[in-house]
């Protein structure tokens, strides 16, 4: 006989509910968090054993100066071709693997000039005009490359899915790199500098070479110049509306084409500027020199937050001060050989970390972009 009460409830068995709250629990934050405490601890763990060292082992004050400044330089570097990166990627949202070998070959380009200057005694006689040809030699090489790479093997890839430019753009880094080891050899060339950048100079009390000084105010300039181009100037302002939408800047009249082509050659001149850079202040070229700072590079600009400019440079310095600062810092209090061979894996767990906390970068959104 019906008596309208509601059944009641079947409760699930414990082992039910016991899984219930566990797919319920945070898993990916909690993995975060247990990721983040234990990097902490072994990043605290690390400088604790090398600053305790004893007082003849331990790295001087005037050690970690040098291990600074020695940072700021190469990642001024950094920033420079991170900010190729960051633009390239800003209006085609690719990511041009070859702009490595950009930054390759306008040292290269630069390097025989630099010889000859130095062999007839024109470097050390003139050494402003010198460095002037440089600049000058390396930026017009690495536009060229750039803009081929732009109209041989991307543009025709323009609408094709993501991966395909990918597996392009890695074919064309490895393409330069064994056509310059072709004509030039694989062997490593020493790059000439003018007397006038030899000795050291003091800022604040700061002992720097003059070189390094040099690297960092060309570079500050360069990142200066580039964002107000960017922002004041219409063909920034066309720059940054096909950023924004291809489709929508080409139907108010905007030449997508051209603004993609200039965007290759900005990218170009500054990676030329940052090869003759890297050049004066390491002192030598070779045909794979592009591949180790064009990873570094595009980590910075990941971590700053691709298509940033203000992103790129702040990266860019900040790996390299990581870079420089990291291993000695990290490795030497717990006995690991040879720290300073160790410095891509500080690159390499950057850029791993960055993807995995914030994707976005520092000054992006801190999501990632789904492909």
């Excluded at 219930?20 to 605290?44: K, N, S, T, Y």
């Excluded at 920033?79 to 693997?97: D, E």
Aim: charged residues 10%.
């Amino acid at each position: 006989m019906a008596t309208g009460a509601e059944p009641a409830p079947v409760k699930a068995p414990l082992s039910a509910r016991g899984l219930r709250w566990i797919e319920e629990l945070p898993i990916r934050r909690i993995v975060l968090v247990a990721l983040g405490v234990l990097i902490a601890a072994g990043v605290g763990y690390g400088s604790w054993k090398t600053l305790t060292l004893p007082a003849g082992q331990r790295y001087s004050a005037d050690a970690w100066r040098d291990f600074v400044v020695l940072g700021v330089e190469f990642g001024a570097v950094l920033a420079l071709i991170a900010l190729g990166y960051s633009l390239v990627y800003g209006i085609l949202r690719m990511i041009n693997f070859a702009h490595g070998e950009v930054f390759m070959a306008g040292a290269f380009g630069s390097y025989f000039f630099a010889r000859a200057y130095q062999e007839s005694g024109f470097m050390d006689r003139h050494p402003i005009p010198t460095l002037a040809i440089l600049f000058g030699v390396g930026m017009v090489v690495s536009i060229v490359v750039a803009v081929l790479l732009e109209r041989i093997a991307y543009r025709p890839l323009r609408n094709a899915p993501r991966l395909v430019p990918l597996i392009t753009a890695i074919g064309a880094s490895l393409f330069l790199q064994n056509t310059f080891r072709g004509f030039f050899g694989p062997q490593t060339r020493g790059y000439s500098k003018p007397h006038l950048l030899d000795g050291q100079v003091k800022i604040l009390g700061i002992t720097i070479d003059k070189v390094a000084l040099i690297v960092i105010i060309v570079s500050a300039l360069s990142v200066i110049v580039l964002q107000l181009f960017v922002s004041r100037t219409k063909t920034g302002k066309s720059m940054r509306a096909a950023a924004e939408d291809k489709e929508i800047a080409s139907l108010m009249g905007i030449n997508v084409d051209r603004v993609i082509v200039l965007t290759f050659v900005m990218g170009g001149i500054l990676a030329g500027i940052a090869g003759v850079l890297y050049a004066l202040a390491f002192g030598q070229v070779s045909s794979i020199m592009g591949f180790a700072p064009g990873i570094a590079a595009f980590t910075a600009a990941v971590l700053g937050g691709i298509g940033s400019i203000a992103g790129a440079a702040m990266g860019g310095l900040l790996l390299g001060v990581l870079q420089s600062i990291g291993p000695p810092l990290l490795l030497t209090g717990v006995n690991v050989p040879s720290p300073f061979q160790l410095q891509p894996v500080i690159t390499f767990s950057v850029l791993v970390l960055v993807l995995i906390f914030r994707p976005g970068g520092i000054l992006g959104t801190g999501e990632s972009e789904k492909v």
